[in-house]
């Protein structure tokens, strides 16, 4: 997904167009470079890695951030040539500013998670303890019947 967004991006500039014009593809580019990141730092704390023995560290991981790292440096200096003055520092900290809210956003989505989770799970207890109150009435009125 980043070498696509990095190709359109690329692509926009040396056709001559203004570097706003690459905006989505910069934005899908930043997208692309946290999710490898994040599925790798998933894979090194999986516990089934752990309990596998598996070795985490993935070559072919490495090489992708290796080279999303050459492509980035590039696009610094094409927003450096480009751009307006002052575009590379703006970028910078848009980058920044991206990454910190797809980090909260996903940090609130698994909060999220852990919430419906707990009701589920109190549910399910508090339907099991209603079901065998139920059926502790309904043994003792039985067994006084007889």
Known sequence: ??????????ATLSAGRDITDCAKGIGDMIGAQETLRA????????????????????????????????QRAELIQTLQ?????????????????????RRQAAQEAEDQRENILTWVLLGAVAIAALGGMGGLLWMALYLRSL
């Open 39 to 70: 599925r790798g730092e998933k894979k090194q704390n999986s516990i089934w890695s752990a309990l596998a023995g598996k070795d985490t560290n993935d070559f072919e991981e490495f090489m992708a951030l290796e080279k999303i790292k050459t």
């Open 81 to 101: 040539l480009y751009g307006r003055p002052g575009l590379k520092d703006d970028f910078l900290k848009f980058e920044a500013d991206a990454r910190k809210k």
């Open 1 to 10: 997904m980043f070498n696509a967004a990095y190709a359109t991006v690329k």
